[in-house]
Nanobody
Framework: QVQLVESGGGLVQPGGSLRLSCATS????????MGWYRQAPEKKRELVAT???????NYADSVKGRFAISRDNAENKLYLQMNSLKPEDTAVYYC??????????WGQGTQVTVSS
């Protein structure tokens, strides 16, 4: 059974930082594409960052230079370091693992709120 559990969200002031974690189980960690997505109220879910099995990263233009995706193969965890946070980064952030075909897995999400 595949499980993805996000943590690390919360309330932060503009300009602050947070690090999101995604603990995974039931998958061969590092295989396929792993990523972070977010969904703000009344908006569609959007890609934030992805990390391929070969280590190639991809970022949304809105977070380039501020966010960094990484993984710890020993801990089976995916991370998203978020710096210089802005109010427009407020959203529920979801961890995703895509292994191909119908093997597309999501966590339950963690709320990030950027507000003074």
């Amino acid at each position: 059974q595949v499980q993805l559990v996000e943590s690390g969200g919360g309330l932060v002031q503009p300009g602050g930082s947070l690090r999101l974690s995604c603990a995974t189980s039931g998958i061969i960690f590092g295989f396929g594409t792993m990523g972070w997505y977010r969904q703000a109220p009344e908006k569609k879910r959007e890609l934030v960052a992805t990390l391929s099995a070969s280590g190639i990263t991809n970022y949304a233009d809105s977070v380039k230079g501020r966010f960094a995706i990484s993984r710890d193969n020993a801990e089976n965890k995916l991370y998203l370091q978020m710096n210089s946070l802005k109010p427009e980064d407020t959203a529920v952030y979801y961890c995703n693992v895509y292994l191909g075909g119908r093997h597309d897995y999501w966590g339950q999400g963690t709320q990030v709120t950027v507000s003074s």
